[in-house]
């Protein structure tokens, strides 16, 4: 069973910077893609942030707007979330996550984040 824990959420004002890292517990076979989501203060549903894939490409959510960068621990299987320029906006409970890419019938398949972490709590006051 793989278990992923989230650390370097916090306060600090707009502008500051945060740097949220990840760690897994149990192995992580045949990493597909990492991630970190956010859930906003009153909704229920998370939103991506950015991703990353086993290959080094990455994907970022509109709102990030060059202010964030993903990377991948020196292990390259739990991601970390550069943080810079931080609006009010961008406070939330930040989740990160890993899929792994799985192989059925022989053929590698790839269905979504398999493991998340419990989230960690970044405020930006302004």
């Known amino acids: 069973q793989v278990h992923l824990l989230e650390s370097g959420g916090g306060s600090v004002q707009t502008g500051g910077s945060l740097t949220l890292s990840c760690v897994h517990f149990g192995y992580v076979y045949n990493l597909h893609s990492a991630g970190w989501f956010r859930q906003l203060p009153g909704k229920e549903e998370r939103e991506g942030v950015a991703?990353?894939?086993?290959?080094?490409?990455?994907t970022y959510a509109d709102f990030v707007q060059g202010r964030f960068t993903i990377s991948l621990d020196n292990s390259k299987k739990t991601p970390i979330l550069q943080m810079n320029s931080l609006k009010p906006e961008d406070t939330a409970k930040y989740y990160c996550?890993?899929?792994?890419?799985?192989?059925?019938?022989?053929?590698?398949?790839?269905?979504?984040?398999?493991?998340w972490g419990k989230g960690t709590l970044v405020t930006i006051s302004s």
């Open positions: 991703i990353i894939n086993q290959d080094g490409t990455t």
């Open positions: 996550a890993a899929g792994v890419c799985h192989i059925d019938y022989g053929v590698p398949s790839y269905y979504g984040m398999d493991y």
